[in-house]
């Protein structure tokens, strides 16, 4: 499994010089930014609603809605995967209120 959002990536980025009619994913790319952002509301929202029923099988299902709907975002803006995990990786370790004023610091 740990390959998977590596091949998901993959298959974003062979979307992208695809038909608009051929896929879910070329269609969106097709649509533009503003229809990549809705899906991510959306999603996003789904998910708050399945937490709030508190099943887990439709947590789990929401959240992967979420994340792939976020890949398309990452591949249609020419970012990866990876660059998320770097960033979540140089987290690791600070505490919430320190990445907080780290970033304060940046602004």
């Not at 508190?54 to 992967?64: L, R, S, T, W």
């Amino acid at each position: 499994m740990s390959d998977t959002l590596e091949k998901l990536a993959n298959v974003l980025q062979q979307r992208k010089s695809a038909s608009a009619d051929s896929s879910y994913v070329a269609g969106l790319y097709h649509k533009g930014l503003d229809a990549i952002l809705k899906k991510i509301g959306e999603e996003a929202t789904e998910t708050v609603m399945a937490a709030k029923d508190g099943q887990a099988d439709k947590i789990i299902y929401e959240v992967a809605d979420l994340w792939f709907h976020a890949m398309v975002l990452l591949a249609q803006q020419g970012l990866s995967h990876e660059q998320v995990l770097a960033e979540l990786e140089r987290r690791f370790g600070l505490s919430g209120l320190q990445e907080k004023a780290q970033r304060n610091k940046q602004s």
